[in-house]
């Protein structure tokens, strides 16, 4: 009661499915992140195997609540 409920894949939930396909598929991915007082950036970069990298970011002010630290990663690396 009162309290939100969310329904949203895990990040170690979507990576532990996609790291095998990514692999044979001889594609990896990473994160950059820039961080300052007020904002975070979360980029993610998807790589292949014969140098062609296709990336997404997502910048939002900061903030410390788990939920949402551990959101924005998940959606980009959907979004790749």
Known sequence: AGRP???YASLYDIISKIQQPLGEANLSF???VKNDDVM???TCILSHKGGYELQTSIAAPRDS???KALYKPSLLLSLI
Do not use: A, K, L, M
Request: aromatic share 16%; no cysteine.
């Open 40 to 42: 975070i950036e979360v």
């Open 65 to 67: 609540s788990p939920v």
């Open 30 to 32: 990473r994160w950059d």
């Open 5 to 7: 409920r969310y329904n």
